[in-house]
């Protein structure tokens, strides 16, 4: 299966030349690349995101194999959907599904099932991928998305996919696209995004979940952060650094309706 754009000319561009030119003025050329296990970044329009999205991906080498997990908005498909095969169309180019990594991911998992229902429409991935492939050409994906907040099927999730990623034995970036609190004054936003940051620099997943839940703080990718938090720490993940935090308000000059984005690098 060929999986579409979904949002291409609203969330980023939909011409390969226009989306290029608006990820180039995001990147950081000057900044040192590093090997690392996993990283945090938003998935809103690029007007809003793209430089939080920018600073981190510019922070970091892509491999071969880039693990993304990002929460379902759709509500359609399995409860933890992965796309085992099969390409993804962005404008710039396919990119293929990794058969053996997906395969490894759901046999050692009880929750996670190969379903394409959960990917179609969902954006949370998909905006990622033009990053990547500004970086690196050739690579392939394992997408998974989350629509739970259940603690332990995080765990489950989590251990999935270091446990495959172990016997698959070839360096793998794992990503956890999240945004973070929405809809709230600036001030306070950044007051309760701090709050959750902190537990992610720490290496804390539950700690995060915890957080998150006990603030009632409106952070859309909570699952899939607990769960890369717990696949890194698995992976031997000694830190955590932030690599850029801001709020839509500091693009649309609306600081009382603000979404938060966090730039995470895990290595």
């Not at 690196?136 to 994906?141: A, G, L, Q, S």
């Not at 890369?228 to 801001?246: E, H, T």
């Amino acid at each position: 299966m060929i999986r579409r754009p979904a949002v291409a000319g609203r969330f980023y561009p939909s011409s390969p030349d226009a989306l290029k030119r608006q990820i180039r003025e995001f990147m950081i050329e000057s900044m040192e690349k590093n090997d690392v296990l996993g990283v945090v970044s938003p998935h809103a329009g690029y007007i809003y995101s793209g430089a939080v999205a920018g600073a981190v991906y510019s922070s970091i080498n892509i491999p071969d194999v880039v693990v993304i997990v990002g929460p379902n908005h759709t509500g359609l498909g399995e409860t933890v959907s992965l796309m085992a095969s099969g390409e993804w169309e962005i404008p710039d180019g396919r990119v293929r599904i990794n058969n053996e990594l997906s395969g490894a991911i759901i046999s050692n998992s009880r929750y996670i099932k190969a379903d394409n229902i959960g990917h179609i429409h969902e954006h949370s991935l998909e905006v990622q991928i033009p990053f990547l492939q500004y970086i690196k050409k050739d690579f392939e994906i394992v997408p998974i998305t989350m629509m739970t907040i259940d603690y332990k099927i995080c765990e489950d999730v989590g251990m999935a996919i270091s446990k495959a990623v172990k016997i698959f034995n070839k360096h793998t970036l794992i990503v956890a696209s999240t945004d973070m609190t929405h809809y709230e004054p600036h001030e306070s936003a950044s007051l309760k995004d701090k709050m959750a940051i902190e537990q992610i620099l720490e290496l804390n997943p539950k700690g995060l979940f915890d957080t998150v839940k006990r603030n009632n703080i409106s952070m859309c990718g909570i699952a899939p952060t607990t769960a890369v938090l717990i696949a890194c720490k698995n992976l031997g993940a000694k830190k955590a650094k932030l690599i850029k935090y801001m709020t839509s308000g500091e693009v649309s000059g609306d600081y009382e309706q603000v979404v938060g984005y966090a730039g995470i690098t895990i290595k």
